[in-house]
């Protein structure tokens, strides 16, 4: 008989079944609340969740690594991400993408050390005919100019 020991995430995990349910319809709705939560989804966390859900941890993984919202390595507190189509890019997105960089002392992909605030591209944030646009966490903004960008930032430190 095999032993399963609890702990704080994996209850957690088992309140998001019970809340979504037990079948592959609910695996997108349950890591979903562990990213929410978490800024990422861990390998213990796919675990749990591939044996509540009775599926092979690699489904579980193929689908994180299918959604850009969803991650396996934790991010920043404040997530920033910027458009990165053809129509931003026409914009001006460049001075953009140079201001918020300067600001927060990073380059696009990575993380601030104080862990408030990762900068990475998307592919597309549906918004070609308002760009450069980008989105702070689930706040998306538009028609940037590199100034408007760092008034942002600074609105969310």
Known sequence: MLV???????EEIESYVEKYGNDRSALLMILHEIQKKHRHISEFAQQEVARLLNIHPVEVYSVISFFAFLNTNPKGRNLVRICQTISCDMK???QVVEAIERELGIKIGETTKDNKFTVEYANCLGLCDMGP?????????VNLTPEKAVELLAKVK
Request: hydrophobic share 40%.
């Open 4 to 10: 399963v020991e609890k702990n704080a995430l994996s």
């Open 92 to 94: 001006g997105k460049k």
């Open 133 to 141: 646009a980008m989105a702070i966490n689930d706040q998306v903004y």
